[in-house]
């Protein structure tokens, strides 16, 4: 069966200057110049890094994104993940031809409704309405066709009251309901939306999440989505691509794809071995995991699992009463609580331990946490400390399409017991 391709991209490549604003230097464009008129190939795109923030570099020149190579479906949605600074909003760009590649080409068939930033494409002094059918026309759109879905824009957008009021009075947040109504009811083949749903409230997300849907599967059309968020990728898209450095590193199944984004992240970590420097007279630690029940420790922990600690150690004397103790820390460093062996009955032998910790089912939220260990004596004291040992992450889980896409409140969820009691 022929595949039905809406949207094509043929290595793709962008090339920034670092620290100037333009191309660079007159003599660099002169050079461009020369080569142009003989035929030949830029020279500049022999030059530049790759695309990784975290490094000071070299050269002058940067490859936010090198040979990017995809297609898309009538009908898919695909998710497009990565850190930040990976090249997705660029890639976004070049696809809703906001800027053009250095190299390669874009194929697409009809129209392209881009949500990039918010506030993208209004104009502030105009006001609500008059800003729709601004858009529209850069659609494409006829003033009969914007006319007729006037009125389910307003209503969805839920800024009726405000519809006749210039945009530079609206909040963000009411800013990007307009601008996805107008997206998502003016009826383009393809959608591009680059994280801005993290601005809406939770009854906005719900409704954007859902029509979204109703896009893809109801109306055949083609979504592209940016989001860090997981849960939001998992619930909605049909096929992930992975953004690593202005690279792709992988493409295919949704789940595949997220899984992949989560276990390849390097600044955080489900397992660590440990070398001689964590050796006292008394003990040797020799690994940290962590994994769900039922799973392995290289597999991405979400907030629905019972998870597992295991402290794999030596014992080296007996006689010696030690306790392991670990304190969870937020992502501010601030200690949430203390966990230790030595309030339960277990005995740690000389010799090899592997020792399990379980928390329940659903009690941390979503969000990165830090590990600090400590060896206590006598539980009084402290033979060994280490601060932030490891770090691991919580992701989403699988959410209903409707529900709530964000982080809650709070950095644990327990599972109290509730019940109704009789008058």
Not at 197 to 215: P, T
Not at 258 to 282: G, I, R
Request: hydrophobic share 35%; net charge neutral.
């Amino acid at each position: 069966m022929k595949k039905d391709i809406i949207l094509k991209a043929e290595n793709i490549s962008k090339q920034y200057r670092l620290g100037q604003v333009g191309t660079g230097t007159l003599s660099h464009d002169i050079n461009r110049w020369w080569h142009k008129i003989r035929g030949k190939e830029n020279p500049y795109l022999k030059i530049g890094e790759t695309n990784d923030r975290s490094t000071k570099g070299n050269s002058d020149y940067v490859w936010a994104l090198q040979d990017i190579n995809f297609e898309v479906e009538r009908g898919e949605v695909l998710g497009i993940i990565g850190k930040n600074g990976a090249g997705k909003s660029t890639l976004l760009k070049i696809l809703s031809k906001v800027t053009a590649p250095t190299t390669g080409s874009i194929k697409s068939r009809g129209r392209i409704a881009s949500l990039l930033e918010v506030g993208t494409g209004f104009n502030g002094e105009m006001t609500g309405r008059e800003n729709v059918f601004l858009n529209g026309a850069i659609l494409g759109m006829t003033k009969k066709e914007i006319t007729s879905k006037l009125d389910e824009i307003i209503e969805f957008s839920g800024c009726e009251r405000y519809i006749d009021t210039p945009v530079k009075r609206y909040s963000s947040g009411m800013t990007v309901r307009l601008a996805f109504a107008v997206a998502a009811f003016l009826e383009p083949e393809i959608l591009v939306i680059d994280e801005v749903l993290a601005v809406g409230d939770a009854e906005f997300q719900k409704k954007a999440i859902g029509k979204m849907q109703d896009i893809s599967k109801g109306q055949g059309r083609t979504v592209l989505f940016v989001s860090h968020n997981m849960a939001a990728v998992k619930s909605l898209c049909t096929k992930g691509l992975v953004l690593v450095n202005g690279c792709v590193a992988m493409t295919g199944n949704v789940e595949n794809a997220v899984n992949y984004y989560l276990s390849h992240d390097s600044e955080s970590m489900n397992k660590k071995v440990f070398s001689s420097k964590y050796e006292t007279n008394e003990f040797k630690l020799h690994e940290i995991s962590l994994n769900g029940v039922g799973k392995l420790s290289d597999e991405p922990l979400n907030e629905y699992q019972e998870i597992e600690i295991n402290t794999l150690f030596t014992l080296k004397d007996s006689s010696k009463s030690l306790h392991l103790t670990f304190v969870l820390n937020n992502d501010s460093g601030e200690p949430l609580f203390t966990f230790s062996h030595s309030n339960s009955n277990l005995k740690i032998k000389e010799g090899l331990n592997r020792v399990k910790c379980s928390f329940p089912q659903g009690f941390l939220n979503v969000g990165t946490y830090y590990l600090s260990f400590y060896v206590i004596e006598d539980a009084k004291s402290t033979l060994f400390v280490e601060n932030d040992i490891m770090s691991f992450i919580i992701q989403e889980g699988e959410r209903p399409i409707g529900s709530w896409m964000g982080k809650e409140p709070g950095f644990i969820k327990p599972k109290f017991e509730w019940s109704i009691k009789d008058n």
